[in-house]
T-cell receptor, first 114, second 112 residues
């Protein structure tokens, strides 16, 4: 399968714990995006990378959130000191980065904070 | 700030019916518009992408139109099937922008 891959699919954690998610984009794609989606809503932009550079971060991305993309390949999203409000589906997408290129999404990581 | 609205929020139709999903956006200075399908608990599958210079795109039983000046797009599904049941999301990327802004989606149920 050459699509966008996200791991784990599901994560249940207790409030206050740290969690890390991984995204492997389509290999030739140089842009990588993170979105968050809560029930009944569309995805909300969190951040994106052009190769290894993080070029934009949403105000939704508090200082408890950090994303990296070392070497411009896979990316990780870490949430520190999780809160119940962090419970959501975290979606990763990648694209060629040229104007008008479609985004391709992974199946997401569903986070539940108890 | 770009806002995207989708109407209706939910739709239930009998199998075989043709249907239209609506999407509107507040800032007409977009680069392109993309329609996605999302099955429960899954990620998004891209259906159609319309560049701002285009009026419509077709793929099989799906046809998406774009009226950039009025800030509207429609997704037409012909001869609906139970397998079309899903949430349909539209999203726009603004000119010189780098990210998609999504609507909340339309939940479609096609009854057999």
């Amino acid at each position: 399968d050459t699509g966008v891959s996200q791991n784990p699919r599901h994560k249940i954690t207790k409030r206050g714990q740290n969690v890390t998610f991984r995204c492997d984009p389509i290999s030739e794609h140089n842009r990588l995006y993170w979105y968050r989606q809560t029930l009944g809503q569309g995805p909300e932009f969190l951040t994106y990378f052009q190769n290894e550079a993080q070029l934009e971060k949403s105000r939704l991305l508090s200082d408890r959130f950090s994303a990296e993309r070392p070497k411009g390949s896979f990316s990780t999203l870490e949430i520190q000191r999780t809160e119940q409000g962090d419970s959501a589906m975290y979606l990763c997408a990648s694209s060629m980065g040229r104007g008008g290129s479609p985004l391709h999404f992974g199946n997401g990581t569903r986070l539940t904070v108890t | 700030k770009q806002e995207v609205t989708q109407i209706p929020a939910a739709l239930s139709v009998p199998e075989g019916e043709n249907l239209v999903l609506n999407c509107s956006f507040t800032d007409s200075a977009i680069y392109n518009l993309q329609w996605f399908r999302q099955d429960p608990g899954k990620g998004l599958t891209s259906l159609l992408l319309i560049q701002s210079s285009q009026r419509e795109q077709t793929s099989g039983r799906l046809n998406a139109s774009l009226d950039k000046s009025s800030g509207r797009s429609t997704l037409y599904i012909a001869a609906s099937q139970p397998g079309d049941s899903a949430t349909y999301l539209c999203a726009v990327i603004r000119e010189y922008g780098n990210k998609l802004v999504f609507g909340a989606g339309t939940i479609l149920r096609v009854k057999s």
